[in-house]
């Protein structure tokens, strides 16, 4: 019991949640968890500092009733602690565990899906030749409203392209 308690004690709660990225439905349950860690911790440690054998010779040379004294040492020598099924409880741990690892679980699968599509961008952004380098015709195949856009402009007889003057000046002097 000694090492479950130095391990439980060494568990870094602040760590857990943003270095497994949990948000949402599955941060909320860690966090109820912990504080229910914490009460049940808080409890023990009160328990365990209490003084756990009544010295009734004490009682005896201080009290002069000594049926009262007699009565409560036949009590509590015959005091037998109640037992808990903690099966239930195990039960419950163990549906949160198991809920939590299927919510990690699908959180890595989106995660990893992003991922995977991060690194297709940055791999055609890498391979991507530089706009310099492209031809009209390369320019229209891959984007061919530009090319219909051009021409709808040339048959209405505007050769410029509007707003082009407000946004980057005038060349003519030039």
Not at 93 to 120: C, M
């Amino acid at each position: 019991m000694a090492v479950g308690r130095s391990a439980a004690s060494k568990v870094d709660w602040s760590k857990i949640g943003t270095s497994l990225g949990l948000k949402g439905q599955t941060a909320a349950a860690l966090a109820s968890f912990k504080k229910r860690n914490d009460d049940a911790r808080r409890k023990v440690q009160l328990l365990s500092d209490s003084p756990q054998t009544v010295d009734f010779a004490s009682y005896r040379s201080q009290l002069k009733n000594q049926s009262v004294i007699e009565e409560i040492e036949k009590h509590f020598q015959s005091f037998k602690p109640a037992t808990y099924d903690v099966g239930r409880q195990i039960k419950a741990i163990e549906a949160f565990e198991a809920q939590a690892v299927k919510n990690a679980q699908e959180t890595k699968g989106l995660v990893d899906k992003e991922l995977e599509d991060l690194t297709k961008t940055l791999k055609n952004i890498e391979e991507a030749r530089p706009f310099e380098d492209l031809t009209v015709d390369e320019v229209v195949a891959a984007r061919p409203d530009i090319n219909e856009r051009t021409s709808q402009l040339v048959s209405k007889g505007r050769w410029g392209v509007p707003g082009y003057k407000e946004k980057f000046g005038d060349l003519s002097v030039l």
